[in-house]
């Protein structure tokens, strides 16, 4: 198995789990009946996972 096929196999893999990851977390951050600190945690993490443009990883990376 070529290293290309493989990388496919482990996105097609992984890819369910993160989408459910990311539904729970924006759900938690955004229940009324959620604690303000578990709020800010879920909203800390969906952050943590947002895409990013290349101009604010230059940034980031030059310490702006």
Known sequence: MTPAVQA???LVTALPSLINM??????IASRPDTPP??????KALLE???WKS?????KEAAGE
């Open 8 to 10: 496919l196999n482990i």
């Open 37 to 42: 600190e578990d709020k800010e945690k879920a």
């Open 22 to 27: 990311v539904a729970h977390y924006e759900e």
């Open 48 to 50: 943590s996972m947002r």
């Open 54 to 58: 290349f101009d604010e990883l230059e």
